[in-house]
């Protein structure tokens, strides 16, 4: 149970990982699609040499889209045609906090105090110095956008100059149904558009679509595709950009309606137009939306292959280590791990303290059995990222690289910040069990009814009687890893007399060995031991011994009032030199119920059965079915720390139901101490 806990911590632990990364990107998108229709329009203004709306536009371009390179280079320039100088050296410093290292805004800081020298205290057009910039921010413009890539000649004229008053008020217009031109339908739109006035803008732009211009029609369609985008009218925005690349077949207007049908859920149609992009002809700030768009169309396609052709293509537009980071996570749907790691670890090269990359990184590793590695990755991600998740999957993965100490001090961080209380005392047992590297077990068992071996061959239990055991074993730390154990023991058993509770000395049988898990996480061992004959009536030989046993409930459940309890057990084991064959099974079920805080009792049902093959004595069977309860206890814990251990006494009425002609019906009794 301990261990499907861990995997589902584990799982968790990543997909909320992935799900705040992925949160991040969408906000990020969000952004870059409120953003550039702002520039956008910047740029058509600019090309209207509007300058001073431009400035505006790119001023929230760059507010909603600070590390955006080319928007912030765009509004120094025209502040700086303005004479805006202090806040040009204003957006300048803040770009150099975002990127401390960019040359541009280095070469800006320097250039600004020369400039406040030199700029005259009012805007002229006509100096040396504003004319420069103006040829700058013209440059600028020079982008493949649908309403720039007109000519010249037809491109819509509004105001020839920044000086120049419109006669015309776009924003007494808004809503009124009297006939004005559609140019002036258009500033309207854009009037509303600039007030929040979705609805009016949305309108207007309309009107505008029944011009004759194509140019106007240009303006309008963009405007309307991204304003039904942003109303969540997915449909109304598909068809917008369809009849916007009748007229204009750019991979700008290619990108936002594959988009809007993505939107749409029109994934196959989304896709159809995203590989008809030619990334060489889009701008730096297109490419970004370009890659958000990979992203979050990659994710729905449920064709992988078609997902990592995507990222390929996204990696030759930007081999940035988030779209090494998403390619990874398609490759593991893919199922190809190593190229997985591979792309992961370009992330993690270049990104080394995002924890995102490293804790990602380090889960693939442990998928792959690299502990060693995988440790090293969840320790820096817990320095810089605390969260619980990742310390818990480190504690495990330290388990399972044999670093059991480490693993239970990592798990007394988490336990504390558990609120659920099964959680908690599954990892105060998990704590005990890590920090115990050694357990101690004595036994006395009745059996009245049958005479049989039990407990160790040579051992003999014979009607009427007693046998008392104690074994000690030790678990090496290192030798305990990826869920399999080896374990060194030591036993001692001895039997009484029949009716009698006095030892019977020459029967003490005493064994050394050593056992392993052939399987991980599982309860089967495979044991070779050394049977030491202490009395006269014991053997001295070799076993070997095979025993596998499954519990569900034995543990207590502090959390709940009753559970289920079921238990199974199969022992085999083969003497060489005697050449005798010994086995038991036992199968109990039933339900346990609390009595005080840490007293259970659990009535049940049993069956049992025993064989014995020996070549010197008659071959003995037995196979018995009963009712029974046990009385547990638990003792020393901490508020860390599960008890360590507990005391179990388990009494039984057997009835044979095959086997041999001497077996009857009879009381069994066993008590166990555990420590």
Same mark, same amino acid.
């Given at each position: ?128 110095? %504003? ?15 649908? %309403? ?461 059965? %025993? ?65």
């Amino acid at each position: 149970m301990t261990n499907v806990t861990i995997y589902i911590a584990i799982m968790m632990a990543a997909f909320h990982a992935e799900i705040v990364h992925a949160n991040y990107q969408d906000r990020s998108s969000i952004e870059y699609f409120r953003a550039f229709p702002l520039a956008d329009r910047g740029y058509s203004l600019i090309k209207q040499d509007k300058y001073v709306d431009a400035t505006e536009l790119f001023r929230k371009a760059t507010k909603i889209l600070p590390e955006n390179v080319e928007y912030r280079i765009q509004l120094i320039n025209l502040l700086v045609i303005q004479n805006e100088t202090i806040e040009a050296r204003q957006v300048v410093e803040s770009g150099l906090e975002i990127y401390p290292n960019n040359k541009e805004f280095i070469k800006w800081k320097e250039d600004l105090k020369e400039q406040e020298k030199i700029i005259p205290d009012k805007l002229d057009i006509a100096t040396p110095v %504003a004319d420069k910039h103006i040829k700058i921010v013209k440059k600028e413009v020079q982008k493949p956008l649908a %309403a720039q890539s007109l000519p010249k000649k037809d491109m819509v004229s509004l105001s020839p100059s920044i000086n120049k008053v419109n006669v015309f008020d776009p924003c007494k217009k808004i809503g009124i149904t009297e006939k004005i031109s559609y140019k002036q339908n258009l500033e309207v739109a854009y009037c509303a558009l600039d007030k929040g006035d979705e609805t009016n803008a949305i309108k207007h732009f309309n009107t505008v679509l029944d011009s004759q211009d194509i140019n106007l029609q240009l303006l309008a369609l963009k405007q309307l595709g991204f304003l039904y985008i942003n109303s969540h009218k997915y449909k109304e925005a598909s068809s917008t950009w369809e009849k916007l690349l009748k007229i204009d077949k750019s991979n700008e207007v290619t990108l936002f309606l594959s988009r809007s049908l993505r939107l749409q859920e029109e994934y196959s149609l989304s896709l159809a137009q995203f590989n008809k992009i030619d990334i060489t002809d889009l701008t730096n700030d297109l490419h970004q939306l370009y890659l958000n768009e990979a992203k979050n169309l990659s994710d729905h396609i449920t064709d992988i292959k078609q997902a990592i052709e995507i990222g390929i293509k996204s990696l030759n537009v930007k081999r940035s280590p988030e779209q090494y980071y998403y390619q990874a996570l398609r490759l593991q749907k893919l199922g190809d791990n190593k190229s997985a790691i591979e792309h992961l670890e370009q992330a993690y090269k270049l990104e080394p303290d995002n924890s995102l990359f490293s804790s990602t990184l380090a889960y693939a590793y442990r998928n792959e059995k690299m502990n060693s590695d995988a440790i090293d990755l969840f320790y820096q991600s817990i320095r810089s990222h605390q969260g619980i998740s990742i310390r818990e999957d480190l504690a495990y993965t330290l388990k399972d690289e044999g670093r059991r100490k480490e693993a239970a001090n990592q798990l007394r961080h988490v336990y504390k910040e558990k609120s659920d209380p099964k959680d908690i005392y599954n990892i105060r047992r998990d704590i005990q069990q890590l920090e115990d590297d050694w357990q101690f077990f004595g036994s006395a068992t009745y059996r009245d009814g049958i005479a049989r071996s039990a407990g160790l061959a040579g051992v003999k239990v014979f009607d009427d009687s007693l046998q008392y055991g104690i074994e000690a074993i030790y678990s090496p730390p290192l030798l305990q890893k990826n869920g399999r154990r080896v374990q060194l023991y030591g036993q001692s058993f001895v039997s009484s007399n029949t009716g009698s509770y006095k030892l019977n000395e020459d029967s003490t049988q005493s064994a050394f060995g050593i056992r392993t898990t052939p399987l991980a996480n599982t309860e089967w061992y495979v044991s070779l031991a050394r049977l030491v004959g202490v009395g006269d009536d014991a053997v001295d030989d070799f076993q070997i011994r095979t025993f596998y046993s499954y519990t569900d409930g034995f543990d207590i459940k502090p959390y709940a009032d009753d559970w289920r309890y079921s238990f199974v057990s199969t022992d085999i084991s083969y003497t060489t030199k005697k050449e005798e064959m010994f086995a038991t099974t036992e199968m109990r079920y039933g339900h346990s119920y609390h009595l005080d805080e840490e007293f259970v009792m659990t009535p049940h049902l049993v069956m049992a059965g %025993a064989l014995q093959d020996n070549p010197d004595i008659n071959k003995i069977d037995a196979v018995e079915i009963g009712i029974g309860i046990s009385l547990r206890t638990w003792f020393s814990r901490t508020d860390a720390r599960a008890s360590r251990g507990n005391i179990d006494l388990i009494t039984q009425w057997r009835e044979p139901i095959l086997g041999n002609d001497d077996n009857k019906s009879g009381l069994f009794v066993r008590l166990v101490i555990q420590y």
